[in-house]
C-alpha cells in the first residue's frame, strides 16, 4: 500500500490526512499474521535513481540520486524558495526524523534496517535470525516527548507533531497492555534501567527475552527483582550474559514465579554453584517443563545436584546441559534420576564411555554425540567423537565471538565510568562517539563545579 505524496488533489489530500490518523495501523502490529516483519530503508543506494515528482517536467520522472541537492538553512541555493525546481535531500538522519522514529518505535521489536543488506536472502536471514539483530527498548511517551523537546527529533512539518506525540503515547500504551512476548538483543548498558522500570508497565508478557548483554552486579539485583515479582511470566530466557549467584538465585527463587513452564539460562556464567541454586528452587516451579542450562562451564558436581533435584519436579520433560564439562560421574547422576524426563540434551559434554552407558540404557531421548558415534563400544568412534567435538567448539567460538565482543565493550564503558566519574555511554544511532564523549565531559565538568571535586578528561 502506498499513499498518494507530492501534489495531491482534493480527494488525495482527504485520503491522505485520514490515513494519517491511522499510520500506526501496519507498524504497530508487526507481529501479526499479516505482517511478520516491518523493514527499513535508512539509506538510498548511491548510484540509483528514484522515481518522483519533477516541478522541472511536470511529472513523476527517475531522478539519480547524485542530482538531489543538499540544503543549507533551508535553501539549496541563493534563489532557493517554494517553487524552486531542485530536487531537495533530506539531510536529517533517518532515526532523527519525526515520523520515521514514532513509526521504528511502534514496528519494534519486529523491524529491521535492509539499506545495509547486499542481496535478498541477507535481508530474510536478517530479518528472521533474531539472535544477530539488536533488539532495542521502545521509547516510553515522556522518553519521546523529551526528544521532541530536546529538538533531537525533526519534523518537515510542524503540524505534524501533534498527532504523532498522541499516536506514540496511544500505541505504547496498547501494546504494552497486550504484549504477550518481549525480547530485547544487545542491550546497552545506558538501557538497563530503562528495562527495569520498563518490566512493571508490560502487564500481559508471558515470554521475557534477553540475550547478548552486559549487566553489572548493581544492575543485576534490580532487573532480577523486577523478573521475580512478575506475576504472569511464564517463559524466561536468558543469553550470554553473565550473571552472579546473588541474582541467579534472587530470580530463581522468587515465589511468584510458581507460573513459570520455561527457563533457560545459558551462557551466564553459572557454573557448579549456579546449578546447585537453581536446582535447590525446583520445588518452587512445580510447572516447569523446560529446563535450558547450556555452555554454563557446569561440572560433575552441577550435575550432580541437578540429578538429587529432579524428582522433586514431576513436569520436567527436557533439560538442556549442553556445551558444558559433565563427566561420566554427573552424566550417571543424571541417568539415574532422569525418570520423567521425554529429552535429555548432552552433547559436547565429556561424559566418556561410562557415562554412555548408563544413558543408553534409559528409555528417554537422549542426545549426545558420543552415543551417537558409539564411544563405548568403538575405538574409531572415540576418534571420530573427538573430532566432532574439536570442530563444534571451534564453531561454537565463532558464533559467539560477536556477543563476547558486545559485552566486552559494554563493560569497558562501565569500568570507564566507575573510574573517572563520568557519564560515559555507548553513541546512539543518531549520535558519534565524539557528541558521546563531550556529553560525559561536560557531565564530568558540572559535577567538578558543584562537589569540589577533580574529575580526569577523556580524550
Not at 258 to 275: I, P, S
Request: with cysteine; charged share 20%; net charge neutral.
Amino acid at each position: 500500500m502506498s499513499l498518494p505524496q507530492f501534489l495531491r488533489n482534493a480527494e488525495e489530500e482527504k485520503d491522505f490526512q485520514l490515513a494519517m490518523q491511522h499510520m500506526h495501523f501496519f507498524y504497530a502490529n508487526s507481529g501479526a499474521d499479516f505482517c511478520k516483519s516491518v523493514w527499513r530503508l535508512e539509506q538510498l543506494w548511491q548510484g540509483r535513481s528514484i522515481a518522483v515528482y519533477s516541478l522541472a517536467e511536470g511529472r513523476v520522472a527517475e531522478v539519480p540520486l547524485k542530482r538531489l541537492k543538499s540544503m543549507v538553512n533551508g535553501k539549496c541555493c541563493s534563489t532557493c524558495d517554494d517553487k524552486c525546481c531542485n530536487l531537495h535531500i533530506n539531510d536529517v538522519m533517518y532515526l532523527c526524523r519525526g515520523w520515521c522514529r514514532a513509526e521504528f518505535e511502534w514496528a519494534k521489536p519486529n523491524t529491521v534496517d535492509i539499506s545495509r543488506q547486499a542481496t535478498f536472502l541477507r535481508c530474510c536471514w536478517a530479518t528472521y535470525d533474531a539472535e544477530f539483530i539488536r533488539l532495542s527498548l521502545p521509547w516510553t511517551p515522556e522518553a519521546f516527548q523529551q526528544q521532541l523537546a530536546s529538538e533531537q527529533l525533526k519534523f518537515t512539518h510542524r503540524s505534524d507533531m501533534g498527532p504523532v506525540v498522541k499516536l506514540q503515547e496511544l500505541v505504547f500504551h496498547q501494546k504494552v497492555a497486550t504484549m504477550e512476548e518481549f525480547q530485547c538483543n544487545w542491550l546497552r548498558l545506558s538501557e538497563v534501567e530503562d528495562l527495569v522500570k520498563l518490566l512493571p508497565r508490560l502487564q500481559a508478557v508471558e515470554t521475557f527475552a534477553l540475550m547478548a548483554a552486559y549487566l553489572s552486579s548493581q544492575q543485576q539485583v534490580p532487573l532480577a527483582k523486577a523478573l521475580a515479582f512478575h506475576p504472569t511470566l511464564r517463559k524466561v530466557e536468558i543469553a550470554h550474559v553473565q550473571l552472579t549467584i546473588p541474582a541467579v538465585e534472587l530470580l530463581v527463587s522468587a515465589p511468584r514465579l510458581h507460573r513459570l513452564e520455561m527457563l533457560r539460562l545459558d551462557a551466564c556464567g553459572l557454573g557448579d554453584a549456579g546449578a546447585k541454586v537453581v536446582a535447590d528452587a525446583f520445588v518452587i516451579h512445580p510447572a516447569l517443563t523446560e529446563l535450558h542450562l547450556a555452555f554454563n562451564g557446569i561440572g560433575s558436581a552441577g550435575a550432580v545436584a541437578l540429578a538429587h533435584a529432579l524428582p522433586a519436579i514431576r513436569c520436567l520433560e527436557e533439560l538442556n546441559v549442553r556445551w558444558n564439562r559433565i563427566h561420566s560421574l554427573g552424566a550417571v547422576a543424571l541417568a539415574n534420576a532422569a525418570n520423567t524426563l521425554k529429552r535429555l540434551d548432552i552433547r559436547d559434554n565429556p561424559i566418556g564411555a561410562k557415562g554412555a552407558r548408563a544413558l543408553r540404557c534409559r528409555s528417554i531421548d537422549v542426545e549426545s554425540e558420543v552415543l551417537h558415534f558409539n564411544v563405548d563400544t568403538s575405538w574409531l568412534g572415540f576418534f571420530r567423537c573427538i573430532l566432532w567435538q574439536l570442530f563444534m567448539r571451534l564453531f561454537l567460538s565463532m558464533v559467539v565471538l560477536p556477543m563476547t565482543c558486545f559485552r566486552w565493550r559494554q563493560r569497558m564503558f562501565h569500568v570507564m565510568t566507575a573510574k573517572d566519574g563520568s557519564r560515559v555511554r555507548p553513541a546512539e544511532p543518531s549520535e558519534s562517539s565524539e557528541e558521546v564523549i563531550q556529553s560525559g565531559e561536560a557531565n564530568a565538568a558540572h559535577r567538578c563545579q558543584s562537589d569540589n571535586a577533580s574529575v580526569a578528561t577523556i580524550d
